[in-house]
């Protein structure tokens, strides 16, 4: 004992004198730093693809909202019907391998559609006339096709580094693992906000080629990049060469040339049972619950906040506001989870975002909203409903002359709504990252690749049921209900939540610390009680002794 402790007091006073350097050392040194940066670069080569995307199809059609409409479709669809597909080939493929494959098939996809579009712009014309204009439509469906593949690979790239690397490194130790987690989101969140910034500078003060040919470039050195970081960590824990298997059960017999054949169809049944058997179920349908919602800044709330007034540059501001409240909250969630423990932390988090959008149910009915179903839209001027303003919504615009009731240019409503998103965004991501580590906690690891990639097939199923009930109800008078129908879906999560809360912890918040006067006093009765029993044994012990003989 005595021998281990000038060890602290030697290195103490130095550590003072050079913590923050020291700090900083170490974490550019660690294996966590390679994800980070690894992650940084992929996230950042995402967002700007994902932004360019949507915008050059619209450009392609600058009358129409067909060929974005397909493309989103076509990545949701596949994502639903595949996810289990793609997570059943990370558990059984080598870490190493997944994570190589994965990033040159995402990156050389996205590379191969930046090049198509460079080419379609230098020969545009020859393009839309080549075959009475079949080279034009085989142009859209490989660029479609492209990124439909390109998603699939990068959902299983951050299956393998998100759900099964970082569980890895971090090597059992919570903390540390809630800290790598909430690092990643924070990437995610700066990314989500500078990456389009620059993209859409590079576009509108360039040219679109421009872009195209920047997007290409980066794509080009993040697959490089990314592949020696990777493979760094790799190297540097030797943990993630070693996978464990799906053991066979005793007595099971081999599989026969028939299963063999049409096992990769039961593939997806498959994933779904093993999905639905997992202790973690309820936590994971609750996350994919708040998927449905339109109270949330995707391009279908603004381009409603639009409709209401606000101007480009005040919604780039509204969503930096949320995007750093979200921050806050990824901050607030490791220190809270090492305080209260994860599952409690979940709770807050989901409880949180609901009250936050509470004002956004009341925004319906203040002064300003276009909220009317009687059918006659209600605006501040007919003629700002303006076609613009669909661009990457499914909202169908309103002409002139439909019966638009006019109301004063009152903004109190959008405002709200506007408040009541950005505050939310604090509890959601503190829900998400509980929900993620719990995933990453309770699932075997031969099983982590499946299981997570049924939960992005989930998110993606109420991911379209959102956009199918904006084509059901697509003005913005009927926006109000969209935002009731959210609100309820974001109810059932809480509900979901609280359910696998109770199940693992037996309730939900400690009553004895809620009532804690009603305990105190019965605390207090029975310590008499006790008291009371202690009094009478001693009292008859005391007889006894008197009884008995003396020697």
Avoid at 30 to 53: E, K, N, P, Q
Avoid at 141 to 158: C, E, F, P, T
């Amino acid at each position: 004992m005595e021998a281990a402790e000038p060890e602290p007091e030697i290195h103490e006073p130095e550590e003072q004198q050079r913590s923050c350097c020291d700090r900083t050392r170490l974490f550019i040194r660690g294996t966590a730093f390679l994800i980070y940066c690894s992650h940084a670069l992929s996230s950042w080569g995402d967002r700007m693809w994902r932004f360019a995307v949507g915008l050059y199809l619209i450009d392609f059609h600058s009358d129409s909202l067909l060929m974005t409409a397909a493309f989103g479709l076509s990545s949701n669809i596949s994502i639903i019907l595949l996810g289990a597909f793609v997570g059943e080939w990370v558990d059984r493929t080598s870490r190493i391998r997944a994570v190589r494959l994965s990033l040159a098939v995402q990156n050389s996809c996205v590379i191969c559609n930046a090049v198509l579009i460079i080419l379609f712009y230098q020969f545009q014309t020859e393009v839309r006339t080549e075959w009475n204009g079949g080279m034009f439509i085989l142009f859209q469906i490989v660029v479609i096709l492209l990124g439909v593949i390109a998603d699939l690979a990068s959902m299983a790239n951050k299956i393998a580094i998100e759900n099964d690397w970082v569980v890895t490194i971090a090597a059992g130790d919570k903390d540390r693992l809630a800290a790598m987690n909430a690092t990643n989101r924070r990437i995610d969140l700066l990314t989500n906000i500078l990456a389009p910034i620059i993209a859409g500078q590079i576009m509108t003060y360039a040219s679109m080629t421009v872009n195209a040919i920047f997007i290409a470039g980066w794509n080009l050195v993040s697959m490089f990049a990314e592949y020696l970081l990777l493979t760094m960590a790799y190297r540097r824990v030797p943990e993630l060469a070693y996978k464990k298997k799906k053991e066979a059960k005793p007595g099971e017999l081999p599989k026969s040339n028939a299963e063999k054949m049409f096992g990769r169809f039961l593939i997806l049944i498959r994933g779904w049972k093993t999905y639905w058997s997992q202790s973690v179920r309820n936590a994971g349908v609750a996350l994919a619950l708040l998927y449905m919602t339109v109270i949330g800044f995707d391009s279908i709330t603004t381009g409603f906040a639009k409709t209401q007034g606000l101007t480009e540059s005040i919604i780039s501001l509204v969503m930096a506001g949320g995007a750093l409240f979200g921050i806050g909250g990824t901050m607030v969630f490791p220190r809270m989870r090492r305080s209260i423990g994860g599952t409690r932390t979940g709770i807050y988090g989901f409880g949180s975002q609901l009250l936050c959008l509470i004002p956004c149910v009341i925004s319906i009915w203040m002064p300003g909203s276009p909220f009317d179903l009687d059918g006659r839209p209600r605006c501040v001027n007919a003629t700002e409903m303006i076609n613009a303003t669909m661009v990457n919504t499914s909202m169908a615009p309103l002409e002139e002359g439909t019966g638009c009731i006019d109301v004063s240019p009152s903004q109190i409503s959008v405002w709200l709504l506007m408040a009541g998103i950005i505050t939310s965004r604090f509890g959601l991501w503190m829900a998400d990252l509980t929900v993620t580590q719990l995933l990453q906690e309770s699932v075997a690891e031969h099983e982590r690749g499946i299981v997570n990639g049924v939960q992005r097939s989930l998110n993606t199923i109420f991911n379209l049921i959102k956009f199918i009930l904006v084509i059901a109800l697509p003005h913005p008078h009927t926006f109000g209900i969209l935002i009731l129908l959210s609100f309820s879906f974001i109810v059932m999560a809480n509900l979901t939540y609280a359910a696998y809360s109770w199940t693992k912890r037996g309730h939900l918040f400690h009553v004895g610390k809620l009532c804690g006067n009603v305990d105190a006093a019965d605390a207090m009765l029975g310590l008499r009680g006790e008291a009371a029993a202690l009094s009478g044994d001693m009292l008859s012990g005391y007889a006894e002794a008197k009884t008995e003989p003396r020697v």
